[in-house]
């Protein structure tokens, strides 16, 4: 979603974002991102919470065949294309600036006959929602989009709209700061929200949500 670095990468060392190629092995595909740290910083790597939510998808933790599911920041395009590889109907989107790198992603990425399969397309949140039907989507996946604050309210309006009361969101993050819980505390105002599966390596938490029933609230 945003092109601006993380603070925490500073410390971290950044030889593997420097990489040009990024390659995974999901759903007995071998899968090679492109990345392109200098042009387009954050949104053009692949971060360990799109792995950790792919490998998730791909144990089975929900039925993507048929899904129709939708991919929200996804830089990279990692996840959208595990996905499409599971049997899902994704639409992977970003903000206009990554749309172009993305789709060369996911063109690279996917067999002839699964690509009808993925559309990519332009999603800035709040802002062109009405391209996107009212609870348009099954499922709605998002990895490491949760870091600007500003950003923190648009998402949310994003996900209400996306979603159904039948949808199941996916958030998977690392928690890096105060601000990430404080949007935790926000997402659970308006969605019944779970801990799904944690990876103690990457130390990346994946969250569940799904819309609150008003009648839970009485």
């Given at each position: 979603m ?13 030889q593997?974002f420097h990489?040009?190629?990024?390659t995974f092995?999901f ?12 042009q ?7 971060w360990d ?10 144990m089975g933790?929900v039925?993507l065949r048929d899904?129709?599911a939708?991919e929200l920041g996804?830089?990279t395009?990692?996840v959208?294309?595990?996905?499409a590889l599971?049997g ?8 206009k600036?990554?749309?172009?790198f ?12 699964i690509?009808p399969k993925?559309?990519v397309?332009e ?27 500003e950003?923190f309210?648009d998402?949310?309006?994003t ?5 159904s009361n039948h949808?199941?969101?996916?958030l ?12 935790l ?7 019944t929200?779970?801990?799904?599966h944690y990876d ?6 994946i969250?569940?949500?799904?819309k609150?029933n008003p009648?839970?609230d009485l």
């Amino acid at each position: 979603m945003a092109l601006v670095p993380y603070e925490e990468t500073r410390g971290m060392g950044l030889q593997k974002f420097h990489q040009p190629l990024a390659t995974f092995s999901f759903a007995n595909h071998t899968i090679q991102i492109r990345q392109d740290w200098r042009q387009l910083g954050v949104a053009a790597v692949v971060w360990d919470a799109a792995v950790v939510l792919s490998t998730f998808l791909e144990m089975g933790a929900v039925e993507l065949r048929d899904c129709s599911a939708v991919e929200l920041g996804a830089g990279t395009g990692l996840v959208g294309i595990v996905a499409a590889l599971l049997g899902a109907h994704v639409t992977i989107t970003d903000r206009k600036v990554a749309l172009e790198f993305l789709k060369s992603n996911v063109q690279a990425n996917l067999p002839p006959h699964i690509q009808p399969k993925a559309v990519v397309k332009e999603l800035t949140w709040g802002h062109n929602l009405g391209n996107f039907s009212p609870g348009e989507f099954d499922l709605i996946l998002g990895a490491d989009i949760i870091y600007l604050e500003e950003t923190f309210t648009d998402l949310l309006q994003t996900l209400e709209h996306l979603s159904s009361n039948h949808s199941v969101i996916l958030l998977a993050c690392r928690i890096r700061y105060e601000r990430d819980n404080n949007f935790l505390a926000m997402l659970e105002k308006r969605f019944t929200v779970s801990k799904a599966h944690y990876d103690p390596e990457k130390d990346v938490h994946i969250y569940k949500a799904q819309k609150r029933n008003p009648r839970d609230d009485l």
